[in-house]
């Protein structure tokens, strides 16, 4: 009996082991930490699993990277195009309201977003440094109704590009971002950069791309210190005297001075860009900062530099922001791991680990990953100094007929004051409408 209790003992004490044992995952296998991964989905665009190209490779390294630091977080990275088919997947998964926690979000369409809903605040989010590196303006695009709803990615600072061939052969002397040229020697600068080659090629001043719809001169429309809307977006203002004196100004460029290509105010900005660059017959463009690789790989013979001041005094940029969103969701530790990825990809550490990763300057102090040369870091510094719109959800109809409006200015068929006055009640009804 004795010999028997003590076989039936040992018996239970294994049991007992092989049973603690079983809540044990072997090496290699899953672990309570791996189940307990939050598990997180990016919609990016252009993004294709297993792709080559360049946006791919950058993402899929990113989220890698980011994976590793955080190992407690798994991210799913769902490719939509940059097409009409991606904006409906993207809507789709928006209004499904799961399985999507991060995406990247257009100006027109983050108040809507925010105003429905669906979007999380970053600002419970942000950290001390966070407030401190990111710019002043950075956040202007990303505001509605007081809060932030996105984390800035980086901005399309616009600046003025330079054939410094011409320049030289013109005698007109660069300006420095430390010492830019006021408005009156950018206008005496173009009429000098104005002339007929000896060959017979006439050579215009200056030339962006103008024809409605277009931002790239945008920065001038803000020089005087005005505005198309007041800060707060509620209310629309170019009609008063800082912004009709802007319009004018850039009226008087093609309409007085006659530095500009007789096309000014109707072409596209490939074409615009081809003048620049091909054909030579211009030696100042206006432009945002995709035109500087093909550029820089060319060997084109081009200086980066900023814009020209106005009445403020200051000078002033302008351009489209890259903006991520995070989607705001009843699992708290998804929503904040969401928050940590949309922050890293916007960051400065993103950028030193992701080779090519800044395809235009970020927002952030610490992110100077772009300046890689000197034409990038006058970029750059621009950032600084940019003037933004707050994000108005207007319709395709209005933002068209204000496009043409502006294209109306430029080609004379209407003053700056008389256009402006026209669609100001038009352009208020419907931001009245969607103050409501």
Known sequence: ??????????????????????????????????????????????????????????????VEIFEQNNPDIDVEIVGIPWTAEGDTK????????????????????LPRYAKQGILSEITPYLTDEDRADFYESAFQVATVDGKVW???????????????????????ELPTIDDPWTWDEFVEATKQLTYTRDDGTQVYGFTSSSRWGAIEYYPLMYIDGGRILSPD???????QPEGVSALEKIASLPLEHKVTPPDFGTVDQATVRSQFKELQSVALMMSTPGALPDLENSGFPV??????????GKLVTNGAFGLFAVVDVEDEAKEAAAHKLASYLTGS????????????????????SYATTLNREIIARLVEYGVYEAPV??????????????????????????????IAPVYQAE?????E
């Open 303 to 312: 200086a980066v530099l900023p814009p020209p001041t106005g009445d403020m």
């Open 349 to 368: 550490q993103v950028a030193q680990d992701v080779e090519g990763w800044q395809l235009a300057p970020g927002l952030r102090r610490s992110n100077t």
């Open 90 to 109: 993207l809507e789709t998964a928006l209004a499904g309201g799961t399985d999507i926690n991060v995406f990247r979000v257009t100006s027109p369409n």
């Open 431 to 435: 931001l009245d409408a969607l103050n």
């Open 1 to 62: 009996m004795k010999r028997s209790y003590i076989v039936v003992a040992l018996l239970v004490v294994l049991a007992m082991l092989v049973s603690a044992c079983a809540g044990v995952a072997p090496t290699g296998g899953a672990s309570e930490g791996a189940a307990a991964k939050t598990r997180i989905v990016f919609y990016q665009r252009g993004y294709v699993e297993g792709g080559t190209d360049a946006g791919s490779v950058n993402t899929a390294k990113a």
């Open 150 to 172: 996105a984390w800035p990615l980086w901005v399309t600072a616009i600046s003025l590009f330079a054939n410094t061939d011409i320049l030289a052969e013109r005698g007109v």
């Open 393 to 422: 959800a207007t319709s395709a109809e209005l933002g068209a007929q204000y496009g043409a409006t502006l294209q109306a200015i430029i080609l004379g068929q209407q003053s700056a004051q008389e256009a402006m006055d026209a």
């Open 233 to 239: 977006g509620k209310q629309f203002v170019q009609n």
